[in-house]
């Protein structure tokens, strides 16, 4: 590792950590699946800008196949579910597999992460097929600082926004991912077009799910200091009320009555004491944490036909070994970019 990468790790140690949930006994009720490892965005944080090695097609698993492993998983007590990319909107049929993961018994919740791009093409089939929960990916209103950190363009992610708003979908909310020198002057900006149309915000740790490099002193901003920017404009009131299944702390701003989140993978050292989540890859990978390079290949229980045997067996396996917290703080290596892994 260079110089510049290894400073990173005794920075985290002298950051003041912000203050996690009371822990909770880690029930495991909760299954992001990735549906594709393809993006028509480019961020730093996620995919290197040269990358071109994508999961070849007969590689990823079919809808019936993901089905499948669902309805294992519900046996062993999951409950709520978030289907991402890479970008999912970008896969065909998205809307009829969110159909039928929605309408499967046991499921009692469906949320999808998105980058936006596709949302005024694409809510109202969405919105058809029953979702009702969206994540949608903004990490500046300035095209031009959107464009360095995305290298794609925000009007199509706003007009995106608006329009699901417009039609009714009950649970919105944005996540931005903090970068020092990118968009630092982006945040009280964003607070407020969240506020605007009363939708929640979170502030998320850059995590070195990509490039280590982008895991420096250089780069990264803690939530801590994100909180005290805003704490400079508005108050900020701890919020207690639960917001979806993930890690995020919550406040309400006094005046401006914004909801505003924070996740802060690296400087909240109670992060994982809660954490409920095991992650599908779209390759058909069982991955216990984020964090930590263990991962299950499940297409053998899955082709050339299903077992469902074995896929209870790998994913009783998975969660046995679910680690009790992330490694990346240890100058982590990624080996698998993020959109690979399911953002």
């Known amino acids: 590792m260079t110089k510049e990468k290894s400073m990173l790790a005794p920075a985290l140690q002298s950051l003041p950590a912000i203050s996690g949930s009371t822990p909770l006994a880690r029930a495991v009720d909760y299954l992001r699946i990735s549906v594709t490892d393809r993006c028509n965005e480019r961020c730093l944080y996620c995919l290197p800008e040269q990358f071109q090695a994508w999961t070849p097609r007969e590689d990823i698993l079919t809808y019936t196949e993901i089905l499948a492993i669902v309805e294992v998983a519900l046996k062993r007590g999951f409950k709520h579910f978030r289907v991402t990319g890479g970008e999912p909107l970008l896969r065909r049929d998205i809307d009829s597999f969110l159909r039928d ?40 209103l300035d095209p031009d600082r959107y464009r360095a950190i995305t290298h794609g363009e925000v009007g199509p992610v706003l007009a995106g926004i608006r329009h699901v708003k417009a039609l009714g979908f009950t649970s919105i909310k944005l996540n931005a991912v903090l970068i020092r020198h990118q968009n630092e002057a982006e945040i009280w900006p ?30 990264f901003l803690p939530v801590g200091e994100a909180m005290a920017l805003l704490a400079e404009r508005d108050k900020l009131l701890p919020w207690e009320d639960k917001m979806g299944h993930g890690p995020a702390k919550y406040y309400r701003l006094k005046r401006t009555g914004a909801v505003v989140g924070f996740i802060g993978a690296l400087t909240n050292l109670h992060f994982c004491e809660a954490c409920n989540k095991v992650r599908l890859t779209s390759d058909g990978q069982l991955r216990p944490c984020l964090g930590h390079h263990g991962e299950f290949d499940l297409k053998p229980a899955l082709r050339p036909q299903v077992d469902q045997t074995r896929l209870s067996a790998f994913l009783d396996q998975a969660l046995a070994e679910k680690p009790p917290e992330h490694a990346f703080r240890d100058n982590w290596q990624p080996h698998r970019i993020m959109t690979a892994l399911g953002g």
Do not use: C, H, W
């Open 101 to 140: 993961l929605i309408q499967t018994p046991g499921v009692e919740t469906v949320q999808l992460s998105t980058n936006g791009t596709r949302l005024v093409e694409l809510g109202e089939s969405l919105y058809a097929a029953g979702l009702r929960r969206l994540n949608i990916s903004l990490d500046a």
């Open 190 to 219: 964003l607070v407020e077009f969240a506020a605007s149309l009363q939708i929640p915000i979170r502030f998320i740790e850059l995590m070195p799910v990509s490039l280590t490099e982008m895991l420096t002193e250089k780069n």
